[in-house]
């Protein structure tokens, strides 16, 4: 019979849930120095490639994270798609334009990466800073009060009670923190095709493409080779009824049934599940001393690789705000987050939506992909954190560019690499250098190296804070 142990633990942020979202806000965390616990139910890491493409946005969050290096060597650019059609020559063309790096964007194209493998890359950060995920622990009941969140958890051995400042539920779709918190979750289950979406081991099929078929019943059939593995994703349409058979014997007849090369068959199916679109939101993205991030709070179509690179960003914009008021800031710096990220979440919801219903009515001419999935685009303007006017170039609220500065002892450096880290920049371009506190990074450029002359403040996520003329 399992234990039933009463003994409290203190922290200051509870993380629910150790996907990309759950470790990229415990990583933030401890290198601010916050006494955070991020727990996963599971008991071992998953092992499934789910959302596999990173966008050009969080590779700028993963370059802030110190994790840019691994994942570009372990990631790879998209293949080119190639659609099959019985007694007709292969049609092959590029989803998206491969673009050349810039001064300004130094990560200008999406990259393929199973999401297994950023989990190991995150996973390895937190614990290069002291941090570990606490598997097999899943949350029962939470309990706000006054100044802290009483929370049950249940390990193998029994229950315990974690007293912790904030919790934040990054513990996906199904969230069991959103659920106790009472916070609904607004959308709907569209009545189109569902999709099987496997890792499998194939023999006889060339990873050179990004392969596609469709069957005289019109369902359709995608194998895309994995990188940091020897797999391929397996996708194949299902009607809105269907309960498909899951088994390595039922998914090589899906082979046959589109009329594949007999020569190409499963070997074994490593992970398989069904996906059936769902389009939903939650009401509100916190309940007092509560939060929820990633699909926790909005659910998206697999269509765009949106929904992983949303919670990284969703993970990112909290953390700062958590650690400032942690450390004394104004509590009400947490009611931001929600001013942000719900309008961004709302579009890309929208997006991904869309992206979703033109696959299943236009099939292939749906699956080119541009400026707008890749995040880069996204901004705050108008929002309470914002101050100051900008110029055509630059405003209060958007993304901050990369480019050349110089800091305190007159190197030249990339702006990304004085960002990345806890803290905040200031930037004085073409002005006078100023003395800053609260540990603000201070650095120089020419004000034509990014369209603005004036004092820059940049927030630790790396938006633009403020912009203030020389006076």
């Known amino acids: 019979m399992a234990r039933t142990d009463f003994s409290q633990t203190d922290c200051d942020v509870l993380i629910v849930g150790a996907g990309p979202a759950g470790l990229t806000l415990a990583i933030d965390m401890a290198r601010r120095g916050v006494s955070a616990l991020l727990i996963e139910k599971r008991a071992t890491p998953a092992l499934a490639s789910k959302g596999k493409g990173i966008q050009p946005r969080s590779l700028e969050v993963f370059h802030n994270l110190g994790v840019i290096d691994n994942v570009m060597a372990e990631g790879r650019p ?17 989803m998206m334009a491969i673009k050349e790096p810039t ?8 990259i393929m990466l199973p999401q297994w493998a950023l989990e190991n890359i995150l996973r390895a950060r937190l614990a290069a800073l002291g941090g570990r995920v606490q598997f097999g622990t899943s949350l029962v009941w939470l309990e706000p009060r006054a100044d802290h969140v009483r929370v049950t958890v249940e390990e193998a051995d029994g229950t315990r009670i974690v007293t912790a400042k904030y919790v934040v539920g990054a513990d996906g779709g199904h969230s069991t923190v959103r659920q106790l918190s009472g916070i609904a979750l607004i959308g709907d289950s569209p009545n189109l095709d569902g999709m ?8 006889g099929l060339d990873r050179d493409f990004w392969h596609f078929w469709k069957s005289q019943a019109g369902r359709a059939v995608g194998l895309c080779p994995l990188t940091a593995t020897e797999h391929f994703q397996l996708t ?21 049934e589109a009329e594949v090369d007999p020569a190409v068959h499963f070997q074994h199916v490593d992970w398989v599940s069904v996906f059936r679109p769902n389009i939903r939101m939650a009401e509100t993205f916190r309940k007092d001393r509560v939060f929820i991030v990633g699909d926790a709070a909005h ?3 697999s269509a765009g690789a949106q929904g992983m690179n949303t919670s990284v960003q969703d993970a990112f914009n909290l953390g700062w705000k958590l650690a400032a008021v942690l ?9 931001t987050f929600e001013e942000e990220r719900f309008p961004v979440a709302a579009d890309v919801l929208e997006r991904s939506g869309k992206l979703y219903r033109d696959g ?5 001419t749906s699956m080119r992909r541009g400026d707008d999935e890749q995040q880069l685009l996204l901004n705050y303007r108008g929002t309470s954190l914002c101050a100051g006017e900008g110029s055509d170039t630059l ?11 110089t800091d305190g002892s007159g190197m030249e450096r990339r702006l990304f690499d004085v960002m990345s880290g806890p803290h905040a920049t200031l930037l004085c371009a073409g002005v006078p250098s100023v003395t800053a506190g609260n540990g603000t990074r201070i650095v120089l450029s020419d004000a034509d190296e990014f369209g603005v002359t004036g004092y820059i403040s940049i927030r630790p996520d790396m938006y633009v804070g403020s912009i203030s003329p020389h006076s």
């Open 78 to 94: 998209y293949p080119r798609l190639r659609f099959h059609e019985a007694g007709s020559v292969p049609s092959d063309f590029d």
């Open 103 to 110: 001064r300004a964007v130094p990560y200008p194209n999406t």
């Open 196 to 203: 099987i979406v496997a890792d499998v081991m194939v023999d």
């Open 236 to 256: 194949a349409s299902i009607s809105p009824e269907e309960q498909p058979d899951l088994t390595l014997h039922a998914l090589n007849a899906l082979l046959e």
């Open 299 to 301: 659910v998206h179509p």
């Open 327 to 335: 450390g004394g800031a104004e509590a009400a710096l947490l009611d």
């Open 360 to 364: 299943v009515a236009r099939g292939s």
């Open 395 to 405: 405003q209060p609220g958007d993304r901050m560019p990369d480019g050349m500065v």
